[in-house]
């Protein structure tokens, strides 16, 4: 056997990401990437073709598929003695139940592969078993990749029974124009949710009547999606209680995601609220009944004056998944937002069992997460006496520097007192060095004699990163000319191994 560039830098179609369970069909997938030899090669792709492992089988016969689909280049495909084992495993894998999808590999991956590979010259037209084999995999209306594999399969049968002279088989046929038809409605459907019209509305509301279950799903998903859940989430209650097991797809997984809980918080995981009312709107923030009710239940929660509530509020207000899960528009709750933050930055840091998943100081960094976002130039004291707060957790001076960070970009005028506070993250050698890095981060590009002379120190510090960084900072305040001779007496004792970009600015300035 040989092997290519074109299967050494292939991992599968189907199955990327998925780990096998046994050591020894590891190390036989393992052989199936460089470094290896042909030898090697094929013996590992040939423990994977014989297993008894679905995903390794799979995995085999997407590389057959691979090379045959680039034998054109090289001549022949380099596991072409082995077809008909191929083909013999394919079917085996079609005659048995669908993958069940996981969050690796999706729904039905090892029909997928198998209909790949035997729509290359392994069908049989006038064998019943694989015609009735493609036949119930269309009958599924699968959606995705393995739709498209089982219509190629199927039409390649249609196209070998009608070159035989035969009449293309009825069953066959009707299933292919009934997938076809399914895919083009759900396609509409798709194309239906992005209008927020009423008449798409209703139209969207029809086609969950739909004959096809499939644009029942792909209409129900829409409505799931932005603020029309809001107005419809009975509906969609009572749609799902009505789809059957076997009718899985994309679409049904988001209804079901948008009926299930959103998040609990940033960093309050493992407490509630602490009264029963509040921990009522706590529910409603995470699965909101209405829009109403769900704004009601935010502010419920700001106002409360309760800690580990305010906190869980202002957490929905700036997690993506949060507030504005479904298309809410949160702008007329910034002032109220940012004025709590302001308050809870005023108060002591909470106390670590109010928030076990992260400790101490929850409290400040969900108030710096609304100051990163929405903070103004009145704010850079609040936002300076963070970073410089002595003893504060690690979680905090994080959160603290990415607020600085996002607040110098967007203020027009960089605050000194903001940019002087950065430096204490930057050289306490007690805290991570990401943690200082994203410190230097927050300088470059500034307008600052004060941060072009943090960075010039940081040029000039102990440790390599900040060196690095502070180096990079110059650079991108054009301040090379400036200190040439420093910056190149710094880079030119950098390693060789100091990071791709260092190396970058070393080449340049050497």
Same mark, same amino acid.
């Given at each position: 056997?040989?092997t ?8 599968? $179609? ?6 096998l369970? *046994? ?67 394919a ?32 069908? %049989?037209c ?5 015609v ?58 798709? %194309? ?7 008449e ?11 004959? @096809? $279950? ?6 129900a ?24 097991a ?28 602490e009264?029963? @009312? ?5 529910? @409603? ?24 509530a ?20 949160d ?76 607040c110098?970009?967007? $203020? ?19 805290? %991570?060095? *990401? ?35 502070g ?22 004792? $950098? ?13 340049e300035?050497?």
């Amino acid at each position: 056997m040989f092997t290519t560039v074109f299967l050494l830098e292939f991992q599968s $179609w189907y199955w990327r990401g998925r780990e096998l369970g *046994d050591p020894e069909l590891r190390r036989a997938y393992d052989a199936l990437n460089p470094p290896t030899t042909p030898e090697e090669f094929e013996q590992g792709f040939l423990a994977l073709l014989r297993s008894d492992d679905t995903a390794a089988r799979g995995i085999a016969l997407d590389f057959y598929d691979r090379g045959e689909m680039t034998s054109r280049f090289v001549g022949a495909n380099a596991f072409e003695e082995y077809e008909d084992e191929v083909f013999a495993v394919a079917r085996q894998l079609l005659r048995e139940p669908p993958w069940p999808g996981d969050e690796h590999t999706s729904r039905g991956a090892n029909h997928a592969s198998a209909l790949l590979v035997l729509r290359r010259g392994g069908l %049989d037209c006038d064998d019943a078993e694989d015609v009735n084999a493609v036949a119930a995999v269309v009958e599924r209306m699968p959606e995705g990749e393995l739709g498209e594999n089982a219509l190629m399969a199927a039409r390649t049968l249609l196209e070998d029974q009608e070159e035989e002279g035969e009449a293309p088989d009825p069953r066959l046929t009707a299933l292919v124009t009934r997938l076809e038809a399914c895919e083009a409605r759900v396609e509409e459907i798709a %194309d239906l949710g992005d209008d927020p019209g009423p008449e798409a509305t209703a139209a969207l509301v029809r086609a969950t009547e739909d004959e @096809e $279950w499939r644009v029942r799903q792909q209409a129900a998903a829409a409505l799931a999606s932005g603020e029309r859940f809001y107005a419809h989430r009975a509906l969609l209650e009572r749609l799902v209680e009505s789809w059957g097991a076997e009718e899985e797809s994309d679409a049904r997984d988001e209804v079901h995601d948008a009926l299930g809980d959103g998040p609990h918080s940033e960093y309050w995981e493992g407490r509630e609220p602490e009264t029963a @009312e509040l921990r009522a709107a706590h529910r @409603e923030l995470r699965s909101p009944t209405g829009e109403s009710a769900h704004r009601g239940a935010f502010r419920t929660l700001l106002h409360s004056g309760r800690p580990v509530a305010v906190g869980i509020a202002l957490d929905h207000f700036h997690h993506e998944d949060g507030l504005t899960r479904f298309g809410l528009d949160d702008a007329e709750h910034a002032d109220e937002a940012l004025a709590a933050a302001r308050d809870v930055l005023g108060q002591p840091p909470s106390a670590a069992d109010l928030s076990p998943a992260v400790g101490a100081g929850a409290n400040h960094a969900s108030a710096l997460d609304i100051v990163q976002e929405l903070g103004g130039p009145e704010d850079a004291d609040v936002l300076a006496a963070a970073l410089r707060a002595v003893g504060a957790p690690a979680l905090v001076r994080d959160r603290a520097v990415r607020a600085a960070s996002a607040c110098l970009e967007r $203020w027009e005028t960089p605050d000194e007192e903001v940019v002087a506070a950065l430096e204490g993250p930057i050289f306490d050698g007690s805290l %991570d060095m *990401d943690i200082r890095t994203a410190a230097v981060d927050a300088l470059f590009g500034l307008t600052s004699p004060r941060a072009a002379a943090v960075c010039l120190r940081a040029a000039r510090a102990a440790e390599l990163p900040i060196q690095v960084q502070g180096v990079i900072g110059l650079t991108s305040m054009s301040l090379v000319d400036e200190h040439r001779d420093l910056l190149r007496e710094v880079v030119a004792a $950098w390693p060789d191994d100091a990071g791709e970009r260092a190396l970058d600015i070393r080449a340049e300035l050497l």
